[in-house]
C-alpha cells in the first residue's frame, strides 16, 4: 500500500532524506569507530525512523484498519522498526567496546603507562565482546570437530553424529560445534593468555566441544560450564556439566531429548566416544568467566555473595582443585583487580592457584603484546541487522579490507612524512618500502572495491562507493608526493655530484692563483713521491715570510722564490703521479696480455669443438641417408619377393 502524503508530510520526508544522504557521506568520511562515525550512524537510524513514522501514520489517516493489506503493511512496519532497534543496540554495544579499546590503546602510549591499568581495562574488554564467528570458518570448524568426537554415519540420506549426552547415535542438524575459547577475541589474545602454542588452536577440534544447539547456546551465554570429573582411568580425563545460572533454566527442557531437563543435566557426565578431549585450559578460561559473570549479575541484583551459595558451589570448587598451570598470571591478577571485589574468596584462591608464569621480556614488550592482540579482535563481525544474516562473511571481508586500507594509508602517510624531512639524507631503502606500500595500498583497494560491487544493499554499497573514491584520492595524492620528494632527491643528488666533480681539488689550495699573494701554506708533499725526494723536500724547503706593510723589492724576490719553490712541488707531485700511473698502466698491460692469451686459448678450444660437431653433423647426415636408403631397399626387396613368388 502506497500512503498519501500531505504537502507538508512530502516536504519533511525529502529534507530528511537530504539528511539521510548527506548523514551517510559524512560517516564514510569518519574514521570506522571515531565519536563521528558512531554519531553520524545513530542519526542516520533517526532518519529513517522518522520517515517510517510518517509514511505509517499517512496510512493509518488514509486506510481502512480491517482492510489485510493495511494489517500486512502495519505487520512490516514493525518488524522494521524492531530490526533498525536491534540495529541501534549493536551500534551501542560495538561504541562501548571501541571506548574500552580506546582506553587501552590511550594507556598503553602514555607515559606513565603500567601493567595493573592496563590489564584492568584489556580483562573489562574481553567481557564486553560478544562469541560470535563467521559462517565459513564456523563450516569448517565444525567439520574438524566433528571428524575428532566420532565422525558421522549415513542411514537413508540422514546424517548422525555422536552426542556427548547419552552416547548414543543422534541427527546430526541438532548439533553444532561450539567454540570455548571465542574466536571473536582473536589469535592474538589467545596467545597472549595461554602462550604461544595456543596461537594457532583457536579454530582446532581442541578448543571445540560437539553440543546439542539449545546446550551450546546457554554455554557461550555462560549459563552452563563444564568441569573435571572423577574417573576411574588416570589416563583419560572425564568432563562433567554444571549449570551455574538456575534462574528460568532448572526446569526447562533440553530438546530433542524427551524428557531431560537441564536439571538432570547437572553433574552429569559427557560421554565421548574415543580417548580424544578438549584442552582444559580453555575450559577453566569458559568456567572462570562464567564465574565473574554470574556473580557481577548477582551483585547487580543486590545479592552480595561474600560466601559460596549454596551446597553444589563447594563441589563445583573442588572440580578444579588440583592445580594447573592454565593462564598468564598477569591475566588471573587482571581479573582479580578488576572483579576481586565481586568474587568469593574461594574463587579468588582457586584462580591464583592456576596461574601459569608466562613471562614477556620487559614490561614494555608485554604492553606491545596486548596492543597487538586488539588488532586481531573481531570488532564489528557481529551481525546489525537481522536482514543480514547471510552475508556475515562478506561484511567480515568488507570490514578487514577497510580497516587494512585505513592502516596501510597511515603507514605511507608516515613514510612519507619521514622522506619529506630529509629527502636528500634519507635512506634509499625508504623509497623502496614507500613504493611497495603504495603497490600494496592501491591492491586493497582494488579488492574493496570489487568486494563493494557484490554488496546488495544500496546504502551500503553507496557507503562503500564512497571509501573507494576517497581511497584512490589519497592513493592519488600520495603518488605525486612520492614523485616530488623522489625528484627532489635526484636534483639535490645530481647538484652534490656535480659540484664534486667540477669543484676546486683540495691538493690544489696549497698553490695560490697570485703569485704574489701571501702564503703560509706548506709545501705538500706527493704520496707517489720517493722518499728520499720528500725529505729532499723537507730539508731544502724555503720557509719566508715578510709584513704585508714592508713591502719592497727584497720582499717581493722572497715571494716570487716562495711561489716558485711552491710551483717546483707541484709540478714534481704531478710528475710523481705520471710515472705511478705509467706503473699502473704497464701492470695493466701485462694483465691485459694474460687475458689475450687466455682468450686465445679459449678460441683455440672453440675452434676444435667447432671442427668437431660439424664433423658429427656430417656424419649423423650420412647414417641418416644410409638408413633411409636401406629403408627403401628393403621394402623393394620385400615387395619382389611377395610379387615373383608367391
Given at each position: 500500500?502506497?500512503?498519501?502524503?500531505?504537502?507538508?508530510?512530502?516536504?519533511?520526508?525529502?529534507?530528511?532524506?537530504?539528511?539521510?544522504?548527506?548523514?551517510?557521506?559524512?560517516?564514510?568520511?569518519?574514521?570506522?569507530?571515531?565519536?563521528?562515525?558512531?554519531?553520524?550512524?545513530?542519526?542516520?537510524?533517526?532518519?529513517?525512523?522518522?520517515?517510517?513514522?510518517?509514511?505509517f501514520?499517512?496510512?493509518?489517516?488514509?486506510?481502512?484498519?480491517?482492510?489485510?493489506?493495511?494489517?500486512?503493511?502495519?505487520?512490516?512496519?514493525?518488524?522494521?522498526?524492531?530490526?533498525?532497534?536491534?540495529?541501534?543496540?549493536?551500534?551501542?554495544?560495538?561504541?562501548?567496546?571501541?571506548?574500552k579499546?580506546?582506553?587501552?590503546?590511550?594507556?598503553?602510549?602514555?607515559?606513565?603507562?603500567?601493567?595493573?591499568?592496563?590489564?584492568?581495562?584489556?580483562?573489562?574488554?574481553?567481557?564486553?565482546?560478544q562469541?560470535?564467528t563467521?559462517?565459513?570458518?564456523?563450516?569448517?570448524?565444525?567439520?574438524?570437530?566433528?571428524?575428532?568426537?566420532?565422525?558421522?554415519?549415513?542411514?537413508?540420506?540422514?546424517?548422525?553424529?555422536?552426542?556427548?549426552?547419552?552416547?548414543?547415535?543422534?541427527?546430526?542438524?541438532?548439533?553444532?560445534?561450539?567454540?570455548?575459547?571465542?574466536?571473536?577475541?582473536?589469535?592474538?589474545?589467545?596467545?597472549?593468555?595461554?602462550?604461544?602454542d595456543?596461537?594457532?588452536?583457536?579454530?582446532?577440534?581442541?578448543?571445540?566441544?560437539?553440543?546439542?544447539?539449545?546446550?551450546?547456546?546457554?554455554?557461550?551465554?555462560?549459563?552452563?560450564?563444564?568441569?573435571?570429573?572423577?574417573?576411574?582411568?588416570s589416563?583419560?580425563?572425564?568432563?562433567?556439566?554444571?549449570?551455574?545460572?538456575?534462574?528460568?533454566?532448572?526446569?526447562?527442557?533440553?530438546?530433542?531429548?524427551?524428557?531431560?531437563?537441564?536439571?538432570?543435566?547437572?553433574?552429569?557426565?559427557?560421554?565421548?566416544?574415543?580417548?580424544?578431549?578438549?584442552?582444559?585450559?580453555?575450559?577453566?578460561?569458559?568456567?572462570?568467566?562464567?564465574?565473574?559473570?554470574?556473580?557481577?549479575?548477582?551483585?547487580?541484583?543486590?545479592?552480595?555473595?561474600?560466601?559460596?551459595?549454596?551446597?553444589?558451589?563447594?563441589e563445583?570448587?573442588?572440580?578444579w582443585?588440583?592445580?594447573?598451570?592454565?593462564?598468564?598470571?598477569?591475566?588471573?591478577?587482571?581479573?582479580?583487580?578488576?572483579?576481586?571485589?565481586?568474587?568469593?574468596?574461594?574463587?579468588?584462591?582457586?584462580?591464583?592457584?592456576?596461574?601459569?608464569?608466562?613471562?614477556?621480556?620487559?614490561?614494555?614488550?608485554e604492553?606491545?603484546?596486548?596492543?597487538?592482540?586488539?588488532?586481531?579482535?573481531?570488532?564489528?563481525?557481529?551481525n546489525?541487522?537481522?536482514?543480514?544474516?547471510?552475508?556475515?562473511?562478506?561484511?567480515?571481508?568488507?570490514?578487514?579490507?577497510?580497516n587494512?586500507?585505513?592502516?596501510?594509508?597511515?603507514a605511507?602517510?608516515?613514510?612519507?612524512?619521514?622522506?619529506?624531512?630529509?629527502?636528500?639524507?634519507?635512506?634509499?631503502a625508504?623509497?623502496?618500502?614507500?613504493?611497495?606500500?603504495?603497490?600494496?595500498?592501491?591492491?586493497?583497494?582494488?579488492?574493496?572495491?570489487?568486494?563493494?560491487?557484490?554488496?546488495l544493499?544500496?546504502?551500503?554499497?553507496?557507503?562503500?562507493?564512497?571509501?573507494?573514491?576517497?581511497?584512490?584520492?589519497?592513493?592519488?595524492?600520495?603518488?605525486?608526493?612520492?614523485d616530488?620528494?623522489?625528484?627532489?632527491?635526484?636534483?639535490?643528488?645530481?647538484?652534490?655530484?656535480?659540484?664534486?666533480?667540477?669543484?676546486r681539488?683540495?691538493?690544489?689550495?696549497?698553490?695560490?692563483?697570485?703569485?704574489?699573494?701571501?702564503?703560509?701554506?706548506s709545501?705538500?708533499?706527493?704520496?707517489?713521491?720517493?722518499?728520499?725526494?720528500?725529505?729532499?723536500?723537507?730539508?731544502?724547503?724555503?720557509?719566508?715570510?715578510?709584513?704585508?706593510?714592508?713591502?719592497?723589492?727584497?720582499?717581493?724576490?722572497?715571494?716570487?722564490?716562495?711561489?716558485?719553490a711552491?710551483?717546483?712541488?707541484?709540478?714534481?707531485?704531478?710528475?710523481?703521479?705520471?710515472?705511478?700511473?705509467?706503473?699502473?698502466?704497464?701492470?695493466?698491460?701485462?694483465?691485459?696480455?694474460?687475458?689475450?692469451?687466455?682468450?686465445?686459448?679459449?678460441?683455440?678450444?672453440?675452434?676444435?669443438?667447432?671442427?668437431?660437431?660439424?664433423?658429427?653433423?656430417?656424419?649423423?647426415?650420412?647414417?641418416?641417408?644410409?638408413?633411409?636408403?636401406?629403408?627403401?631397399?628393403?621394402?623393394?626387396?620385400?615387395?619382389?619377393?611377395?610379387?615373383?613368388?608367391?
Amino acid at each position: 500500500m502506497h500512503p498519501k502524503l500531505t504537502d507538508d508530510e512530502k516536504y519533511r520526508v525529502k529534507d530528511l532524506r537530504a539528511a539521510i544522504r548527506r548523514t551517510r557521506q559524512r560517516s564514510s568520511e569518519a574514521v570506522y569507530g571515531s565519536e563521528d562515525y558512531w554519531k553520524y550512524s545513530k542519526e542516520e537510524l533517526d532518519g529513517e525512523d522518522q520517515i517510517s513514522d510518517l509514511r505509517f501514520r499517512a496510512l493509518q489517516r488514509n486506510s481502512d484498519l480491517s482492510d489485510p493489506s493495511f494489517e500486512r503493511a502495519a505487520q512490516e512496519y514493525k518488524v522494521q522498526k524492531e530490526r533498525r532497534g536491534a540495529k541501534r543496540l549493536s551500534i551501542l554495544e560495538k561504541e562501548k567496546i571501541f571506548v574500552k579499546r580506546n582506553k587501552i590503546l590511550q594507556q598503553s602510549s602514555s607515559t606513565t603507562a603500567n601493567r595493573t591499568s592496563t590489564r584492568a581495562a584489556y580483562v573489562d574488554l574481553l567481557l564486553t565482546i560478544q562469541s560470535k564467528t563467521g559462517r565459513q570458518k564456523q563450516s569448517d570448524f565444525s567439520k574438524d570437530g566433528l571428524r575428532a568426537y566420532g565422525g558421522t554415519t549415513k542411514v537413508n540420506n540422514s546424517t548422525y553424529c555422536f552426542s556427548v549426552l547419552d552416547g548414543t547415535r543422534r541427527d546430526k542438524d541438532g548439533f553444532v560445534a561450539a567454540h570455548i575459547f571465542p574466536p571473536s577475541i582473536g589469535p592474538g589474545a589467545m596467545e597472549y593468555i595461554f602462550g604461544r602454542d595456543a596461537r594457532y588452536e583457536i579454530n582446532s577440534p581442541r578448543n571445540a566441544l560437539l553440543l546439542p544447539k539449545k546446550i551450546e547456546k546457554h554455554f557461550s551465554a555462560h549459563q552452563i560450564v563444564i568441569v573435571p570429573a572423577r574417573s576411574d582411568n588416570s589416563d583419560v580425563r572425564e568432563w562433567q556439566f554444571l549449570i551455574v545460572d538456575k534462574s528460568g533454566l532448572w526446569n526447562e527442557y533440553v530438546s530433542p531429548f524427551g524428557p531431560m531437563r537441564f536439571s538432570d543435566l547437572h553433574e552429569r557426565k559427557l560421554i565421548f566416544p574415543n580417548d580424544f578431549r578438549p584442552q582444559a585450559r580453555y575450559l577453566y578460561f569458559h568456567y572462570l568467566i562464567s564465574m565473574i559473570i554470574h556473580f557481577r549479575a548477582a551483585k547487580k541484583t543486590g545479592i552480595v555473595r561474600s560466601e559460596l551459595p549454596d551446597a553444589e558451589w563447594p563441589e563445583l570448587m573442588r572440580a578444579w582443585a588440583t592445580h594447573g598451570e592454565y593462564l598468564r598470571d598477569n591475566m588471573i591478577y587482571g581479573f582479580m583487580e578488576e572483579f576481586g571485589h565481586d568474587l568469593p574468596e574461594d574463587l579468588k584462591e582457586n584462580a591464583l592457584a592456576h596461574c601459569a608464569p608466562i613471562r614477556s621480556n620487559s614490561e614494555a614488550e608485554e604492553l606491545d603484546e596486548v596492543i597487538d592482540s586488539l588488532g586481531m579482535i573481531q570488532i564489528g563481525s557481529d551481525n546489525d541487522d537481522d536482514e543480514d544474516d547471510d552475508d556475515d562473511d562478506e561484511d567480515d571481508d568488507e570490514n578487514s579490507l577497510f580497516n587494512a586500507a585505513l592502516k596501510q594509508s597511515a603507514a605511507v602517510r608516515r613514510d612519507l612524512d619521514a622522506f619529506a624531512e630529509s629527502p636528500t639524507s634519507g635512506p634509499a631503502a625508504l623509497q623502496g618500502q614507500i613504493s611497495a606500500s603504495l603497490t600494496s595500498f592501491s591492491r586493497t583497494i582494488d579488492d574493496y572495491s570489487s568486494l563493494s560491487k557484490k554488496e546488495l544493499i544500496p546504502a551500503k554499497q553507496e557507503k562503500a562507493f564512497e571509501r573507494v573514491k576517497n581511497f584512490r584520492t589519497e592513493l592519488a595524492d600520495y603518488r605525486l608526493q612520492f614523485d616530488r620528494l623522489r625528484k627532489e632527491r635526484e636534483e639535490a643528488q645530481v647538484t652534490a655530484n656535480r659540484n664534486e666533480l667540477l669543484g676546486r681539488r683540495p691538493h690544489n689550495a696549497a698553490t695560490p692563483e697570485n703569485p704574489y699573494a701571501q702564503s703560509n701554506l706548506s709545501a705538500q708533499h706527493s704520496a707517489f713521491a720517493s722518499p728520499h725526494r720528500q725529505q729532499a723536500h723537507a730539508s731544502g724547503g724555503l720557509s719566508f715570510g715578510a709584513s704585508p706593510s714592508d713591502y719592497n723589492r727584497e720582499t717581493h724576490a722572497l715571494r716570487e722564490q716562495s711561489f716558485l719553490a711552491n710551483t717546483n712541488n707541484q709540478i714534481d707531485e704531478f710528475l710523481d703521479r705520471g710515472r705511478a700511473v705509467l706503473a699502473d698502466l704497464g701492470q695493466q698491460r701485462e694483465m691485459l696480455k694474460g687475458t689475450q692469451r687466455r682468450l686465445y686459448s679459449v678460441a683455440n678450444t672453440l675452434g676444435v669443438s667447432g671442427d668437431t660437431i660439424r664433423m658429427i653433423e656430417r656424419r649423423a647426415k650420412q647414417d641418416k641417408w644410409i638408413f633411409w636408403a636401406g629403408l627403401v631397399i628393403f621394402i623393394l626387396f620385400c615387395w619382389a619377393v611377395l610379387h615373383f613368388l608367391r
